[in-house]
């Protein structure tokens, strides 16, 4: 049994295993995960030019690994990513 449940006293593990169909016409790869899409929007690819529904999941990516990371010097931002005043992303 997986220790990192609530029961434990920790959280539950990032759902960095979702899959995230591509839709990019140039790209090799069938599916991205939410770490990968974290990792490209974090230095440098454009928010925007994410499909929706991996829009959605990565913002939802940025919420959990907020939770459990810390960062020594505060906040990290993905410029291009808008999300609603007081949820600190990446």
């Known amino acids: 049994m997986d220790d990192a449940t609530p029961e434990h006293g920790r959280p539950p593990v990032a759902r960095s ?5 591509n839709t990019f016409s140039s790209a090799d790869n069938e599916y991205f995960t939410p770490a990968t899409l974290f990792a490209l929007c ?9 499909p929706e529904d991996a829009k959605e999941k990565l913002i939802e990516y940025c919420r959990e690994y907020d939770k459990r990371c810390t960062h020594s010097d505060g906040e990290i931002k993905i410029a291009s990513l808008d999300v609603p005043p007081g949820d600190r992303l990446i």
């Open 17 to 21: 295993s979702w899959r995230i169909k």
């Open 42 to 50: 974090k230095y440098g690819f454009p928010f925007e030019k994410l």
